[in-house]
Protein backbone atom coordinates (compact mmCIF):
# COMPACT_ATOMS: atom_id res chain seq x y z
CA UNK A 1 0.00 0.00 0.00
CA UNK A 2 1.52 3.66 -0.66
CA UNK A 3 2.04 5.78 1.44
CA UNK A 4 -0.62 8.84 1.98
CA UNK A 5 1.37 12.02 2.35
CA UNK A 6 -0.37 14.88 3.63
CA UNK A 7 0.68 18.13 1.57
CA UNK A 8 -0.87 21.63 3.63
CA UNK A 9 0.07 24.75 2.43
CA UNK A 10 -1.83 28.04 1.11
CA UNK A 11 -0.60 28.32 -2.00
CA UNK A 12 -2.32 26.61 -4.01
CA UNK A 13 0.02 25.85 -6.96
CA UNK A 14 3.15 24.79 -4.66
CA UNK A 15 0.11 22.31 -3.78
CA UNK A 16 -0.01 20.97 -7.30
CA UNK A 17 3.27 21.07 -7.72
CA UNK A 18 4.25 18.57 -4.57
CA UNK A 19 1.16 16.69 -5.36
CA UNK A 20 2.18 15.79 -9.16
CA UNK A 21 5.80 14.53 -8.40
CA UNK A 22 4.54 12.70 -5.49
CA UNK A 23 1.66 11.01 -7.20
CA UNK A 24 4.03 10.65 -10.18
CA UNK A 25 6.03 7.94 -7.43
CA UNK A 26 3.21 6.37 -6.29
CA UNK A 27 2.63 8.18 -2.88
CA UNK A 28 -1.29 9.14 -2.32
CA UNK A 29 -1.61 12.73 -1.87
CA UNK A 30 -4.31 14.45 0.78
CA UNK A 31 -3.91 18.19 0.13
CA UNK A 32 -5.14 21.33 2.83
CA UNK A 33 -4.73 24.46 2.23
CA UNK A 34 -4.18 26.40 6.09
CA UNK A 35 -3.20 25.28 9.38
CA UNK A 36 -7.09 23.82 10.68
CA UNK A 37 -7.57 22.28 7.65
CA UNK A 38 -4.45 20.64 8.00
CA UNK A 39 -5.16 19.22 11.56
CA UNK A 40 -8.67 18.00 10.65
CA UNK A 41 -7.03 16.29 7.87
CA UNK A 42 -4.37 14.55 9.81
CA UNK A 43 -7.30 13.63 12.25
CA UNK A 44 -9.75 11.93 9.43
CA UNK A 45 -7.13 10.79 7.08
CA UNK A 46 -4.41 9.70 9.05
CA UNK A 47 -1.72 10.14 6.73
CA UNK A 48 1.81 8.57 6.83
CA UNK A 49 3.78 11.61 6.79
CA UNK A 50 3.25 15.31 6.54
CA UNK A 51 4.17 18.23 4.08
CA UNK A 52 3.72 21.73 5.98
CA UNK A 53 4.44 24.70 4.95
CA UNK A 54 4.77 27.34 8.16
CA UNK A 55 2.72 30.59 6.81
CA UNK A 56 -1.06 29.91 6.55
CA UNK A 57 -3.90 30.99 7.94
CA UNK A 58 -5.73 30.34 10.77
CA UNK A 59 -2.95 28.31 12.23
CA UNK A 60 0.80 28.94 11.05
CA UNK A 61 2.70 25.66 10.55
CA UNK A 62 4.80 25.62 13.67
CA UNK A 63 1.21 25.49 15.61
CA UNK A 64 -0.08 22.61 13.53
CA UNK A 65 3.44 20.97 14.32
CA UNK A 66 3.09 21.14 18.33
CA UNK A 67 -0.11 20.09 18.43
CA UNK A 68 0.62 17.07 16.07
CA UNK A 69 3.48 16.63 18.53
CA UNK A 70 1.45 16.69 21.59
CA UNK A 71 -1.30 14.36 20.69
CA UNK A 72 -0.42 10.58 21.10
CA UNK A 73 -2.11 9.22 18.02
CA UNK A 74 0.38 11.67 15.72
CA UNK A 75 3.42 12.10 18.21
CA UNK A 76 5.33 10.66 15.88
CA UNK A 77 4.09 11.38 12.54
CA UNK A 78 6.69 12.41 10.07
CA UNK A 79 6.92 16.14 9.52
CA UNK A 80 9.04 18.23 6.59
CA UNK A 81 8.42 21.66 7.26
CA UNK A 82 8.41 23.38 3.35
CA UNK A 83 8.58 27.12 3.92
CA UNK A 84 10.00 30.36 3.21
CA UNK A 85 10.97 31.21 6.54
CA UNK A 86 14.53 30.37 5.91
CA UNK A 87 16.44 32.46 8.91
CA UNK A 88 18.32 30.14 11.27
CA UNK A 89 16.18 31.05 14.11
CA UNK A 90 13.29 30.10 12.16
CA UNK A 91 15.20 26.89 10.80
CA UNK A 92 16.14 26.01 15.03
CA UNK A 93 12.39 26.37 15.58
CA UNK A 94 11.07 24.01 13.88
CA UNK A 95 13.58 21.35 14.28
CA UNK A 96 13.16 22.50 18.39
CA UNK A 97 8.98 21.57 17.78
CA UNK A 98 9.87 18.30 15.99
CA UNK A 99 10.12 18.58 12.07
CA UNK A 100 12.56 15.67 10.91
CA UNK A 101 13.27 17.63 8.05
CA UNK A 102 12.84 21.44 7.58
CA UNK A 103 13.28 22.64 3.31
CA UNK A 104 13.30 26.03 2.61
CA UNK A 105 11.23 27.76 -0.94
CA UNK A 106 12.38 27.79 -3.36
CA UNK A 107 12.99 24.07 -3.55
CA UNK A 108 13.75 21.57 -6.05
CA UNK A 109 10.28 19.54 -5.91
CA UNK A 110 12.71 16.50 -6.56
CA UNK A 111 14.92 17.28 -3.76
CA UNK A 112 11.46 16.87 -1.79
CA UNK A 113 10.48 13.81 -2.89
CA UNK A 114 14.07 12.41 -2.25
CA UNK A 115 13.24 13.10 1.22
CA UNK A 116 9.72 12.03 1.04
CA UNK A 117 11.00 8.18 0.52
CA UNK A 118 14.23 8.45 2.79
CA UNK A 119 11.83 9.54 5.99
CA UNK A 120 8.74 7.35 4.78
CA UNK A 121 11.34 4.20 4.94
CA UNK A 122 11.47 4.98 8.41
CA UNK A 123 7.96 3.66 8.99
CA UNK A 124 8.65 0.62 8.09
CA UNK A 125 10.90 0.43 11.04
CA UNK A 126 8.90 -0.78 14.57
CA UNK A 127 10.14 1.91 15.97
CA UNK A 128 9.05 4.22 13.81
CA UNK A 129 11.20 7.37 12.30
CA UNK A 130 13.94 8.54 13.58
CA UNK A 131 13.87 11.71 15.47
CA UNK A 132 17.06 14.01 16.81
CA UNK A 133 16.08 16.25 19.70
CA UNK A 134 17.45 19.73 19.63
Same mark, same amino acid.
Given at each position: ????????????????????????????????? %? +?? *?? &??? !? #?? $?????????? /????? %? +?? *?? &??? !? #?? $?????????? /??????????????????????????????????????????????????????
Amino acid at each position: MPLKVLVCDDERHIVRLIQVNLERQGYTVVTAF %D +GK *EG &LEK !I #RS $EKPDMVVLDV /MMPYM %D +GF *EV &LKT !I #RR $EPETENLPVI /MLTAKAQDKDVFEGYHYGADMYLTKPFNPMELVAFVKRIGKGNDDPGGPKRYDI
